[in-house]
C-alpha cells in the first residue's frame, strides 16, 4: 500500500507530496484495539527487511498484533522525485532521518484515524540496525504515536565523541580472532603482502585471477579500492555471521566467519602468495558461496536490496559516525578519523558537508535517561555493538546482550541452530512488549475530543 | 551577544548562517554547574521580553542563576536573511518552530562547550505565552538539554480537534461581564449599533470622529476591519488585565478591564450613539492611556516590539489555532471556523497552506504523558486559558492555576498589587526549579567520552 507524505515536513514552500510504500499484515490482528506492530524502514527496500524480519511474524498471533512495515524515503519504491530522487543536493535535500521519523508518524496517525479498530492500538516500533536507532529515536521524539521501541543492534552512539572510534574494527578483528587459529593475524599480514605482490605487473595480475576480479587491478589507486573492498567483506562477515545458512547482505553457510578462517589459519612461515591464495579463497566463501558468481565485483559487496547511495549521502550529513583503526588492536591497516577529510570527500561527491555534532543534539546522546519503554538488544558478535546502548539506563530503558549474536539476530526467523541468548532475548523483548501494551491499555491515550 | 546557526537544521543543501541575538545576565551565576535559566524567545524582539521577565531577574541570586534570553528566528534582530526575510516564502521557509527549538539547543549546547564552569549546568527553560509552548515543547524533543520547563499562559492544546474552539472568547467575556455591570452584554450589542450607524455616511462620519480614528472609515469593508479591530481590542484587555498599572501591550492602568467596563454600564434603553460613545471611551483607554496619541490607528493594536506578520505566517502554516464565536456565550458576532476559508486566505497572504494535524502530530497533542518536569501555568482571566493544560497530568507535568491572573502574570516583576495566588505560584515554580536543579545534579548527565 502507499500513503501519500508532505516532501518537506519541516518547511512549507515544497507543497509537493510522495508515495510511501508500506506493507500490512493483519491475519492475527486482534480488533479492535490490537496492537500495531511498526517495522521502521532502513536503508533499503522494506520487502527485504519485511522477509528478513521473521520474528515480527513469529510473534503475531501470540500478540493478536497488526504487522506494518513502512519503507524509509529514498529507499526501495519511496522516492520523492522518482528517478530524480538522487539526481542533485537539491533532490536529495529531504532525506534525513527527521523526515523519516515524521513521515512514520503521519503515517500511524493517519492508520489510527482511518482504519475502523485502530484508533486506541498501542504501536510499538521494531528495527535494526539503523532502522533500531530510528525506532528508538521515534520512542524518543514521538512517545504519542509509539507506546515503546525494539532498538535491535542500534548504534546510537557511534556519533563523534560519545565512543573510541576504533572499537567497531576492534570487535571485526576478536571475531575472526576468535573463529580460527591465526585467523586475525593472517588478515592483519595480508595488506603487507597485497602491497608487496602488487608492487610488479606480472603480480597484480597474478593477484587479479586469484580473486577473479571482473575487473583486472591496474593501479595504485585500484590497488587502494581492493583493499577497502576486502576490509569491507571482512566487515559484512561478521555483521552477519549466523549459526546458520543464511542469506542477508549474501548467501552464507552457517558460522561463516569461521568457514573463511580455514582458509586463513597459516603459520608465520607462509609466503605472501600462499597468504594471498588463503585471503582469495575466503574472499569466495563471501562472495560465492553458491558457486554462481563466474566472476567478483568489486564494486558490490552486499545486497543490491540496500542502498548505499542514500546511506553514503546520510552519513555524510547527519549519520556521522567516526571509525579508525591502529592495526595493533585491530587487523587493518591504522588509519586514523579525520573530519576535515572526511567533509571534503563529502562535499566533493555531493556539494554538502557534515554536521558532526548535530545527530548528538537533536537525539540526546548519552544524555537520553529521561525516555522510557525502550529496548536496546544487541551481539557480541557485531561490531555495531561498538556503538551500542550496552547497559540499563533505567528500568525502562533496557539493554539486552545476546553474545553469540551478530548483526540483529533476534529479528530473524527463530532456527534450530539459534544460541540460547537469543532464545532467551526474544522471549524477554516479547514479555516487555506485553508489558508496555497492558500500560498502554490501562491508561488509554487521550483521545480527541 | 549573537552566535550563528545554519538557516536549515533539517536540510543540508541550505548551508547559510545566520546570526541569533541572545543576552546574558551572569552576575548572581555561581560557576562551576550553577544553573541557567533560559528564555525561550518568541513572536518578538528579545529586549522586550527580557524587560517583561522579571520574575527571572528576582529568581536569579536565590538560585545563583545564569539568566541567558534567547531571540526566536526571523524576529527582533535574528533575522536570516536580513531585510529579505520576509519577502517572500522561499525566505519564510525557515520560519518554524522546530527550526527556532534546533536554535536554542544549538545555542545550550554551544554554551555548555565554551564558557568554562557551564559544561555540568542544569538549564530551565522559561517562556510565555508562544515561548511558553516552545519551552514545554523543548523539554518534550530536548530532555538531553533541558532539565526542566516552566510554560506560563502556554496553548499547547488551542490546535484542531483539541479543545472546543469556542472557549477562547468565552473566557474574554467572563473577564468583561464581572468586571462592570452589563459590559459583555453592552459589548455584545455594540456589534449591531456599529452595522445601524455605520449604513449612513453621516454615521460612518461620526463613528470615525467619536474613534478618533487616524484613517477615517470609508467602506464596507473598512467596517469589518474596524469590528476586527475592536474585537482584538477586547481580546488583548482581557489578556493584559494586569493587578497593576503595566505596560506590555500598551501602557495601562490597573485592572484594565474594570475601567474600560465604567464606560460601558448602560442599561437596556441606551441608544445606538450613546452605546458606540461609550465604546469609543473604552477603546480609548486601552489606545491612548497616556494621552499622547493623537490619534488611533487601527493597524497597530499592539506593541511594536511583536512581530505580527512573522506570527500571522506561524499561524498559517503550523500553528492552527481554530477559533469560533456564537454570540451568545460569548459577546462577539457569531462566526463558525472554516480551516477552507483560513487556509486560502494564507494562501493568499503567503503561498502557502497550514497543516491542520500536523502540530498535534510533532508535539503529542493530549498525549504527553510520557514527558517528565514541565509546570504549565494558567491565569483564570487569560483567553489563552482555553488552549492550556489546566490538570496535573503527572506527578511532573504539573498544572498551576492563577484565579486571578490574566496572561502569564507569574512572569512579570513582582508588585505590591500581585495577587497571594500569582505568588504562591511563583514560590511553587522555584520550588520545581530547585528540584530539577537538585535531581540533575545527584545524577549529572553523562559527559562526552
Known sequence: MTISFHIDHFGFLEDGTFKQ???VADKHWQQPGGPILLYVGNEGDITWFCNNTGFMWEIAEELGAMLVFAEHRYYGESLPFGQDSYSDSKHLNYLTSEQALADFAVLIQNLKNTQPGAQHSPVIAIGGSYGGMLSAW??????????????????????????PCGDFYKIVTQDFARSGYNCDTNIRKSWKAINNVSSTASGLQWLSEQFSLCTPLKTKNGIISFKGWLQETWVNLAMVDYPYEANFLQPLPRWPVQVVCKYLGFNSTVSDYQLLHGVSQAAKVYYNYTGSSSCLNMSESATSSLGWLGWTYQA??????????????????PEEWNFQVFSDECSAMFGVRPRADWAGTVYGGKDISSHSNIIFSNGGLDPWLAGGVTYNITDSLISIMIPEGAHHLD????NDHDPPSVRAARALEVKYFQQWIRQATKTPQTSKT
Do not use: H
Not at 555524510?316 to 591497516?333: A, L, Y
Open 411 to 414: 529479528l530473524r526467523y527463530s
Open 21 to 23: 510504500r508500506y506493507l
Open 138 to 163: 521515534f520512542r524518543m521524539k514521538y512517545p504519542n504515536v509509539v507506546v515503546g521501541a525494539l532498538a535491535a543492534s542500534a548504534p546510537i552512539w557511534q556519533f563523534p565523541g560519545m565512543v
Open 316 to 333: 555524510c550529513t547527519e549519520m556521522v559516525m567516526p571509525m579508525c583503526t591502529n592495526g595493533v588492536q585491530d587487523m587493518f591497516e
